[in-house]
């Protein structure tokens, strides 16, 4: 006998889509999870090898606000992918986010968000930049009230914040270890 789900009922749908989902396991026992879809995202961290910085970017995120009185999220610019390739999302967002203009993308994975609640995947990029690919200000795209501040960080004091848990998002600290792993050089303490 293998897995399926026998019923599945829209709880709510708008940006997203909550469903209660029943399931059949192998061994026959019914289970009753809720689902949320939203479609998938991109994220990417933008890093400058020759001055060893990165673009993050802050915004407020209702749900660390509710969760810990969080006001403001420092992250990897990163968004929904809207019937495009992910590549191409992270461009968008980049510029959009951070207004900066990537030069070519490095792969780093595809990643399940949250599995036991989310079908989101993230596609993670790795992507230089230098300061002559600065287009616009950022901020985020017109109409979207994202009120993003862009923040251009030292990577040696990103690496800092790594080892002590100052990172608290998830992708982020993913993209900065895999940075780090590839390029270790590129943390070292500038005199």
């Known amino acids: 006998m293998s897995i399926t789900i026998e019923a599945r009922t829209t709880i709510y749908s708008g940006w997203t889509t909550l469903s209660l989902a029943r399931v059949r396991l192998a061994d026959g026992t019914m289970l009753e999870r809720v689902i949320e879809d939203h479609g998938d995202a991109a994220t990417v961290l933008a890093y ?9 970017v802050q915004q407020f995120r209702a749900p660390a606000f509710y969760r810990a009185g969080i006001d403001g999220v420092v992250e990897a610019v990163a968004g929904k992918i809207e019937g495009e390739a992910a590549q191409s999302c992270a461009r968008r967002e980049a510029l959009e ?10 792969q780093v994975g595809n990643v399940w968000t949250s599995p036991g609640f989310t079908t989101e995947r993230f596609s ?3 992507a230089e930049y230098r300061a002559a690919d600065r287009r616009t200000a950022g901020g985020g795209a017109e109409g979207e009230h ?3 501040t862009v923040l251009e960080l030292p990577l040696a004091g990103l690496k800092q914040k790594m080892m002590t848990g100052g990172i608290d998002d998830l992708k982020t600290l993913a993209l900065l270890q895999a940075l780090l792993l590839r390029r270790p050089e590129l943390f070292a303490e500038t005199l």
Not at 97 to 106: C, F, M, P, S, T
């Open 146 to 148: 994202e009120n993003i």
């Open 124 to 126: 993670l990029f790795l």
């Open 97 to 106: 986010e951070a207004g900066v203009e990537l030069r070519a993308l490095e």
């Open 48 to 56: 400058d090898p020759a001055r060893k910085c990165a673009l993050l």
